[in-house]
């Protein structure tokens, strides 16, 4: 009988990632404005890597040999992701620019793994996936802040979302031959490897206060570090492109943040697209959960 590991840990592990991830905007908002967003950033991948690298020293080593090629891929993505993001947000506006970005993440992921796989997804993945998309992109307009439709910040923004479906997908793959820290300590190191001399050319020499690494050690510590590590660990459980779509919390957890913490009054599309993730969630975690049960019945 072929078994799998039950995707209700995966699922649990990578829902708590995106919440994590959805206090970025939030803590992010108390740095100062003259804080450059490349060093932010590159510095919270420095930081991720640092605390990978104390879990690492203290994780069993499994002796499997190191995937460098699908790290350095899984890097890159990680370091294309933060620059064209934010970059992507700076042309198209925040509203805007994320709704594409973490919208088109997982119909990059899907079609990655239809190729990769050659076969597609269940016709319920693709269900709750697409209505948590527009889900996604209703709450994140409604939410305004700006949107300018311009060619340049359409193209970075498609390309952060296709940056990250790469590396979930490679890091997949590396998390099947390493333990969860050393995945992540290759990846964010590497990662922050090309992200530094980035944000230098970009951002100009790095000048931060108090409030700005109080806000970068948050950042890398907390939404990257842990976040991660639990996304990670959740990709042993489910597939790929699930853990892209389940990021989808992300914005969630940001909205309701943005209410509760920052005090925002959201308009009524706004709450739609809130109810519209949910629901996607919901339909995308049943479509991952009834095809683990048919592996394990097979």
């Known amino acids: 009988?072929?078994?799998?590991?039950?995707?209700?840990?995966?699922?649990?592990?990578?829902?708590?990632?995106?919440?994590?991830?959805?206090?970025?905007?939030?803590?992010?908002?108390?740095?100062?404005?003259?804080?450059?967003?490349y060093w932010v950033g590159a510095l919270r991948l420095a930081i991720a890597t640092g605390f990978f690298a104390l879990l690492a020293r203290r994780a069993?080593?499994?002796?499997?040999?190191?995937?460098?090629?699908?790290?350095?891929?899984?890097?890159?993505?990680?370091?294309?992701?933060?620059?064209?993001?934010?970059a992507g947000v700076r042309h198209s506006g925040v509203a805007l620019g994320t709704a594409i970005a973490i919208g088109s993440g997982p119909i990059w992921a899907g079609l990655l793994q239809t190729w990769q796989q050659r076969r597609l997804p269940p016709l319920l993945w693709w269900l709750g996936t697409l209505v948590g998309v527009v889900g996604g992109v209703a709450m994140a307009l409604g939410q305004g802040g700006g949107a300018r439709l311009t060619a340049p910040g359409v193209a970075l923004c498609l390309l952060a979302g296709l940056a990250y479906a790469v590396y979930a997908l490679a890091n997949k793959r590396i998390v099947e031959r390493l333990d969860p820290a050393r995945t992540n300590l290759a990846v964010f190191g590497s990662a922050a490897?090309?992200?530094?001399?980035?944000?230098?050319?970009?951002g100009g020499?790095?000048?931060a206060d108090t409030s700005a690494w109080a806000v970068v050690l948050f950042l890398g510590?907390?939404?990257?570090?842990?976040?991660?590590?639990?996304?990670?660990?959740?990709?042993r459980h489910i597939s790929g492109a699930t853990g892209v779509t389940l990021a989808l919390g992300e914005p969630v957890t940001a909205f309701v943040l943005a209410v509760l913490v920052v005090g925002e009054r959201q308009t009524w599309p706004a709450w739609l697209g809130l109810a519209g993730v949910l629901a996607g969630l919901l339909v995308v975690v049943w479509a991952e959960v009834r095809v683990n049960r048919g592996l394990r019945s097979a």
Request: net charge positive; no cysteine; glycine share 8%.
């Open 1 to 37: 009988m072929h078994t799998t590991p039950s995707s209700a840990r995966g699922i649990a592990l990578v829902l708590f990632a995106a919440m994590l991830w959805g206090t970025t905007g939030t803590a992010q908002s108390f740095a100062p404005s003259t804080f450059s967003p």
């Open 60 to 86: 069993p080593r499994r002796g499997a040999p190191w995937p460098w090629t699908v790290i350095a891929l899984a890097g890159a993505s990680v370091a294309v992701y933060n620059l064209s993001f934010f």
């Open 193 to 202: 490897l090309l992200s530094l001399p980035a944000a230098w050319l970009l």
């Open 205 to 207: 020499p790095l000048q």
């Open 221 to 235: 510590l907390v939404s990257t570090g842990v976040a991660y590590l639990l996304f990670t660990g959740g990709l």
